[in-house]
């Protein structure tokens, strides 16, 4: 396999994931419903930040060794699993709070971390890049492949999640989600809690 086929085919099984429903998707999308586009793209930001640190991860072979070894693996299951559930309890308790209350329990400004910290969180991403890696990358890269992907793979998650912020934070999307923002937070923080769930039990 070539350098250059390696390059696309690894771009696009990332591109076919990062459009996956998932916890990064619900962050992003209820954040530019509550706060805006502005704090959703610096979500948005945050995530394409954590693709990269992934990539580089899987390039580096770290990705290969939590995969090969169960007590690393189960270690990051754990924090990741936790803070999911901290995001979908903080939800929950202020699903009723006006969207001038601190909804969430997170506060706008810290909307490029809270992304970077979300995609993070799941150690099962790890294994999806180790995987991805490990059956497309050819026997011998040439060079500019490992320099290329990583940026790249940022790129198309910040690309993904920017246009979720952007569609998410229209004029008829905040109006209905200033009407319904109770149910919507309730539906939103129990999403995340059962992905926080499945992914310390059944992950």
């Given at each position: 396999?070539?350098?250059?086929?390696?390059?696309?085919?690894?771009?696009?099984?990332?591109?076919?994931?990062?459009?996956?429903?998932?916890?990064?998707?619900?962050?992003?999308?209820?954040?530019?419903?509550?706060?805006?586009?502005?704090?959703?793209?610096?979500?948005?930001?945050?995530?394409?930040?954590?693709?990269?640190?992934?990539?580089?991860?899987?390039?580096?072979?770290?990705?290969?060794?939590?995969?090969?070894?169960?007590?690393?693996?189960?270690?990051?299951?754990?924090?990741?699993?936790?803070?999911?559930?901290?995001?979908?309890?903080?939800?929950?308790?202020?699903?009723?709070?006006?969207?001038?209350?601190?909804?969430?329990?997170?506060?706008?400004?810290?909307?490029?971390?809270?992304?970077l910290?979300?995609?993070?969180?799941?150690?099962?991403?790890?294994?999806?890049?180790?995987?991805?890696?490990?059956?497309?990358?050819?026997?011998?890269?040439?060079?500019?492949?490992?320099?290329?992907?990583?940026?790249?793979?940022?790129?198309?998650?910040?690309?993904?999640?920017?246009?979720?912020a952007?569609?998410?934070?229209?004029?008829?999307?905040?109006?209905t989600y200033?009407?319904?923002?109770?149910?919507?937070?309730?539906?939103?923080?129990?999403?995340?809690?059962?992905?926080?769930?499945?992914?310390?039990?059944?992950?």
């Amino acid at each position: 396999m070539s350098s250059q086929f390696a390059y696309l085919a690894i771009c696009l099984a990332m591109a076919t994931g990062a459009i996956s429903p998932g916890p990064s998707f619900v962050v992003v999308a209820r954040t530019s419903l509550a706060h805006g586009r502005k704090q959703g793209m610096k979500v948005a930001l945050g995530m394409g930040l954590a693709g990269l640190a992934y990539a580089l991860i899987a390039e580096l072979g770290i990705g290969a060794l939590v995969k090969s070894n169960p007590t690393i693996f189960l270690v990051f299951k754990i924090i990741g699993s936790l803070y999911l559930a901290y995001l979908g309890v903080m939800m929950l308790r202020h699903a009723r709070e006006t969207l001038g209350g601190n909804t969430n329990g997170v506060e706008p400004a810290s909307g490029f971390f809270q992304g970077l910290r979300t995609q993070l969180s799941n150690p099962k991403t790890v294994i999806v890049y180790a995987s991805i890696f490990a059956a497309l990358m050819p026997r011998s890269p040439e060079p500019w492949l490992f320099v290329a992907l990583p940026p790249t793979i940022g790129l198309i998650e910040s690309a993904w999640y920017l246009v979720v912020a952007t569609l998410f934070a229209t004029a008829k999307a905040s109006s209905t989600y200033s009407k319904a923002k109770t149910t919507i937070d309730r539906v939103a923080g129990s999403v995340i809690i059962l992905l926080a769930v499945s992914l310390a039990f059944l992950g």
